[in-house]
Structures are given as C-alpha cells and as structure tokens.
C-alpha cells in the first residue's frame, strides 16, 4: 500500500513539488521556533539559582566623588542599614540581576587555555542575601584580606570546563595581570531571570577594606549596588523611608531602592518576547500552507473523481478511499520532512545555536514531525471524506 503512495506521488511529482516545498519549508521553521519554544519551556522549570523574593536592590549615583569620599559615605550607609530593624543582612553586587541583555564578559587564563565566562563581583555576605548554593569550597570571607591572591568563585559550568577531571578548588588562573586562586564553586545562577539558559560565572570579591576591591567596585556605576534582605511583609513605605535616610547622608547622591520582585517580571517579559514573534511568525506560515496542502488535496480528488468511483465499483470500501487519501498526503510530508531532517540535523552536528543541547532539538525534531502529520491529516481529512462519500454510478456519469 505505501508502495502505491509513492507511486502515485511520484506520477504527479510536478503538481507535487509546490507543496513538497511548502512542507519543506514549513517543517525547517517549525523545528527552529520550537527548539527555541522548548529552550525557554526547559528553562521555566528549572532552578533560577538564588532568591529574589524580599530582596531589594539599592542603586546610587556618586557623581564625581573622591575615592575617600565615597568610602565615607558608604561607611555610614552601612550604619544605617544595620541600624534598620526591617534589614535582615545586605551586600555589594556588581551583578547586572534580571537584565537579561546586559552581559560582561571575562577572559581568564590556566595552563596556557582561555575560558570565556561573564564576571560578577560580590561582598562576603552575598551569598546569605541571595541564598546562592554553595556545591564546594567556601563563599568569600575575612580570610581573604591576608592571602596572597585574590579569591574568585566560579560557578559548576566553569569548573566543568576548565578543570573537568580534577579537583577547582585552590587553582590559579591568570585574569590579565592578576593572579586569583579559585576558593568555591556554585551551583545554578541565572541572572537574566527564570526564562533564560544556564551561562558560565566567575564571582570576584567585593570588600571596603581592600582599596583595589573598592576602587573596581566603584568604577562599576550601572551594575554597582547593594543588595538587601529585608523580613517578610515589609511594607512598601520602607522604600521611601529608607530612601529619605540614604539622602540625608549625603544629598549630592543620588539612592534608588526598588524589589528585585519588579525587576524579574520585566525581564520575564523581554525574554519572552522573541519567541512570541517567532511563534505568531510561524503559526501564520503553518496556517499558509495548510490552507494551500488542503486546496491541493481538494483539487486533485475532484480530478480523480473517475478514479475514486471505478475504485469503489470494484469494492473499495469508503474507509478504503478515506486512507487513500489521507496516505497519499502523509507519505508526501514524509518525502518533505525526509529532506527537511537533514538540514535540521546540521544544526546540531554543526553547533549552529550553542545555547541548544541535545535535549532540545530532540523534543523540538518530534514535536515538529507531530506537529506536520497532524497538519496533512486535517487538510487531507475533509477532501477524503467527501470522496469517500462519492457514488460509482454518480463518477462514472459525471466522466
């Protein structure tokens, strides 16, 4: 019977090779939007990494402070912070959170091999604000202050890649000029929010009392702030409160505080915007040529009308001419999509989108097959069942 499909096809590979195309087409789109559909779907569920609820974010404008003033100022807004009753703990970030689309990049070098990771700084007390998991090692510390390199923490992704079959803890790596010792590696840490992929992540230590730490900390003025862990149900009020409190330390600066809540469904929403565009792209594409693979289906069984009555006088069956039908169009997706696979499978083999693993275009390859058959078999399902429906006598008089 299949044999038969492909011979019918094969007789009417002109008239065919339109649709064949669109199908073609249409499958290579659907693959690509749903891998990235399953990419953002994967992300979704997995952990973010570090908590955002009850935390809020202050941010300060320093204009053109000295170095020594800005120790001060910072030296009293500790004060006041640790002197705020609804303040749980805090500390200094240099970590771009929820903005998804702002990205620093570092190069870091050991044993003569550079490994590309995005660089993020933070204070001794960090890792206790954001509840980053701790996989092996320490986060920073006092201990820091007396050793003779500066302490970073990478993340399991690092670790995985520049020393996957020994031990990070106590390595040195050369960033420029510096020597740093790694001292802790962590788990999952997302930063762009719940939607985006996994990255590779270097931390390097944040603390007043190192004067090279400050003076990086301070050059930062878009990523630089301090983060706090405030007690459950405090109220919105705080914010202008501590605001007010902040200003009254130094009015030349400029204090923005604001939940790292309302930050994450911005960056939720950015994320989510390609693929909404792609989705909307590709379903308008999938309507189009469904619309055209019924018309032609619907064509070419009126032409066959002789064909399908003097098939039902010899005792086809109606079910008979319905599979017919719906088979024909199925074997020709089958050709499309046989051609299709292969320039999908490039992408893969090839590392075309790097951000995909295997996983993803797995479940993207079987979605889109799913997705294409179940599409021929609508558009073929009407037609089919209308020339099933057709009479020998009422074919054969129309010829």
């Given amino acids: 019977m299949i044999a038969h499909f492909f011979r019918v096809i094969w007789f009417r590979k002109k008239e065919n090779f339109m649709t064949s195309l669109g199908i073609f087409i249409s499958f290579i789109v659907l693959f690509l ?3 990235f559909l399953v ?5 979704y569920f997995k952990p973010i990494g570090f908590e955002y609820k009850n935390v809020w974010k202050i941010t300060m404008d320093w ?15 500790e004060n006041t912070l640790k ?39 933070g204070s001794d007390d960090l890792n206790e604000v954001l509840g980053i998991k701790i996989l092996e090692g ?36 050369k960033i420029g000029e510096t020597d740093y010792q790694v001292v802790g590696v962590i788990g999952e840490f997302r930063k762009g929010g719940r939607f985006t992929g996994s990255s590779k ?66 960056a939720d929403t950015q994320t989510l915007i390609l693929p909404v565009i792609l989705a909307v ?19 070419n069984t009126n032409r066959r009308r ?46 075309l989108l790097p951000m995909f693993d295997t996983k993803v275009y797995t479940i993207a390859y079987i979605i889109s097959i799913l997705v294409i058959y179940i599409l021929t078999s609508l558009c073929a399902w009407y037609p089919s069942r209308i020339a099933a429906s057709i009479e020998p006598a009422d074919a054969l008089r129309d010829e």
């Fill in 83 to 121: 002197s705020a009753p609804e303040i749980e703990n805090f500390g200094y970030s240099v970590s771009y959170l929820f903005a998804p689309s702002v990205m620093s990049m570092l190069d870091f070098e050991y044993e003569g091999l550079e490994f590309s990771t995005n660089l993020h700084s």
């Fill in 201 to 266: 992540l270097t931390y390097r230590r944040i603390s007043l009392e190192n004067g090279t730490e400050f003076a990086r900390f301070t050059r930062e003025a878009l990523g630089s702030r301090i983060l706090l862990k405030v007690k459950p149900n405090t109220s919105v009020q705080f914010e202008q409160t501590l605001t007010k409190r902040l200003e009254e330390i130094n009015r030349d600066w400029q204090f923005k505080v604001n939940p790292l809540e309302s930050l994450k469904k911005s």
């Fill in 33 to 35: 939007v749903t891998s």
């Fill in 63 to 77: 204009k053109d402070s000295t170095q020594e003033e800005k120790l001060e100022v910072f030296r009293q807004i």
């Fill in 306 to 351: 002789a064909e399908i009555g003097l098939r039902r006088a010899l005792g086809s069956t109606a079910n008979n001419i319905l599979s017919q039908i719906i088979g024909e169009a199925l074997v020709l997706s089958t050709l499309a999509m046989i051609f299709g696979s292969f320039f999908a499978l490039q992408f893969p083999i090839l590392g």
């Fill in 39 to 43: 990419y953002t779907a994967i992300n």
């Fill in 138 to 173: 320490r986060w920073f510390d006092e201990t820091d202050n007396a050793s003779n390199y500066q302490p970073i923490v990478i993340n399991y992704l690092v670790r995985d890649e520049a020393f996957p079959n020994e031990s990070a803890l106590g390595k040195i790596v």
């Fill in 281 to 299: 792209v590709c379903g308008f594409l999938i309507i189009n040529v469904g619309l055209g693979l019924f018309g032609v289906i619907w064509y």
